[in-house]
């Protein structure tokens, strides 16, 4: 494909980044799911996305997401685009459950039993007749104080309480490295995650963004979460 935007060209090269990581391990690129991560960019450039190729987009705040969302449901009717997943991974709070829930495919940050209580309840009105929720347990992998995410000893009862509630598919673990310029220091928070994950026999890992996304290849990565490489800095 040639690139014909200069997000075509963003995507093609981070395309080619996800395939040499992948190679250098002995993955195949079909293994690994790019999310592209459009937060503060406006629905048309989630059509260009679209146009372009990307299939999964990420989005971290409801306010911002569900409009969007609408939006780009809207254009793509007309354009013929179709195929487009959503994915959710900020924290959600309870209070915008309800809003989200219709649109959201997969879930990047289930983080509390209050969280699962809440999606159970809403889901039979905010999803009739869907599928059970894709998701993933956000894990503060590297014990940051201000960061999301449940601590690797509540996975196991997170993970069983979401189980019970039935209306949830837990697919495996996620998780945000800290930030540091060196992409080399994220290496052991991936590795951790990934052991965590082989403990629950949970097969997937949400894992690795701009800084740090080859890396998270090279330690399993199954979905990787990218957003200026793709976008460019954020807006506002
Ligand atoms: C913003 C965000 C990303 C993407 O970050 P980039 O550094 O722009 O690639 C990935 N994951 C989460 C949870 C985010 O909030």
């Known amino acids: 494909m040639t690139a014909t935007t200069p997000l075509a060209a963003r995507l093609a090269e981070v395309q080619r980044r996800i395939e040499a990581a992948c190679a250098r391990v002995?993955?195949?690129?079909e293994?690994?799911?790019?999310v592209a991560v459009s937060k503060t960019h406006p629905a048309d450039t989630v059509f260009e996305g679209a146009t372009a190729?990307?299939?999964?987009?990420?989005?971290n705040r409801a306010q911002e997401f569900v409009p969007k969302v609408l939006a780009f449901r809207d254009g793509a009717r007309?354009?013929?685009?179709?195929?487009?997943?959503?994915?959710?991974?900020?924290?959600?709070?309870?209070?915008?459950?309800?809003?989200?829930?219709p649109y959201v495919d997969v879930l990047?940050?289930?983080?509390?039993?209050?969280?699962?209580?809440?999606?159970?309840?809403?889901a039979p009105e905010a999803r009739p007749g869907h599928h059970r929720l894709r998701c993933f347990i956000e894990v503060n992998i590297a014990g940051e104080a201000q960061k999301e995410g449940v601590q690797p000893s509540e996975v196991a009862l997170l993970l069983e309480a979401a189980r019970a509630a039935e209306v949830?598919?837990?697919r495996g673990l996620m998780t945000v490295a800290p930030r540091t310029t060196d992409p080399e220091a994220a290496r052991p928070v991936f590795a951790a995650l990934r052991a965590l994950a082989?403990?629950?026999?949970?097969p997937e890992l949400s894992m690795g963004m701009t800084d740090d996304f080859e890396v998270a290849i090279e330690e399993g990565a199954t979905v990787v979460r990218v957003g200026r490489a793709l976008f460019g800095d954020r807006l506002g």
Do not use: C, Y
């Not at 293994?31 to 790019?34: A, G, Q, S």
């Not at 990047?108 to 809403?122: K, N, W």
């Not at 082989?198 to 949970?202: D, K, T, Y």
């Open 198 to 202: 082989a403990e629950h026999a949970l």
């Open 26 to 29: 002995g993955r195949r690129p």
């Open 53 to 59: 190729g990307v299939r999964a987009f990420g989005e």
């Open 168 to 170: 949830l598919d837990v």
């Open 108 to 122: 990047h940050s289930l983080d509390s039993e209050r969280l699962v209580r809440e999606i159970a309840a809403r």
């Open 78 to 101: 007309e354009q013929g685009l179709s195929g487009v997943e959503w994915h959710f991974i900020g924290h959600l709070q309870r209070n915008k459950v309800r809003d989200v829930l």
């Open 31 to 34: 293994e690994v799911t790019l």
